[in-house]
């Protein structure tokens, strides 16, 4: 079996390149996700950053909703960022009048909770299973970013803005998810992470 699994990028809208570009860094294969047939091939899927309401009006219009959520539920790995955090919330706030999501992490979300485009800002961000010694900070780049009002009993804390103290990294199982752009840096840890989850799936 490959060490470099198929991973796809939910090529709809958003970061598509960046991630691409990050997956393969980080020892993946990766592979663009735009039909029902592609994300059967993949062994794992990203969803990237973007406009989450664009992005499940695309979705639905490409008939990827319900497929997407049939592999997350039979355990395909997700990694989300941003608009992809959005995307992997079970619950949403401030959301458009009928948005939905893709679902799978027990959790609340707030869009766009970080404020407009001009409210964009870095920090770093102290990550756990990123640990690769001597675990300097991940400086992450928020975005017209989410945070996360609550996670339920099955998902975990991996990450949270010091200044807020606002939950900015959950994982639960094979899902992941930020509420900032990793595939916009030159670090490449949370992509590695990602990809060890899709190859301890397999």
């Known amino acids: ?29 990766p592979v663009a996700v735009r039909r029902p047939d592609e994300l059967e091939q993949v062994d794992g899927l990203v969803v990237p950053g973007g406009e989450s309401t664009t992005m499940w009006r695309l979705a639905t219009a490409f008939e990827l909703m319900e497929p997407v959520r ?21 619950r949403l706030l401030d959301g458009v009048g009928g948005q939905q999501t893709f679902g799978g992490i027990d959790m609340t979300v707030r869009r766009n909770a970080f404020g407009r485009q001009v409210d964009s800002f870095e920090a770093d961000i102290r990550l756990r299973d990123v640990a690769e010694p001597p675990r300097p900070p991940f400086h992450a780049v928020f975005i017209r970013a989410p945070w996360v009002e609550q996670i339920g009993t099955g998902a975990e804390v991996l990450g949270t803005d010091a200044a807020t103290g606002r939950i900015v990294a959950v994982r639960q199982g094979s899902l992941l998810a930020t509420s900032f752009h990793p595939e916009l840096s030159d670090d490449a840890r949370v992509h590695r992470l990602f990809v060890d989850i899709v190859r301890d799936s397999r």
């Open 1 to 29: 079996m490959s060490d470099s699994p198929p991973v796809g990028v939910l090529a709809l809208q958003g970061d598509v390149a960046e991630h691409l570009r990050m997956l393969a860094a980080a020892g993946a294969r």
């Open 70 to 90: 049939k592999r997350i539920g039979g355990g395909l790995p997700v990694f989300g960022s941003c608009a992809g955090m959005i995307m992997l919330a079970d």
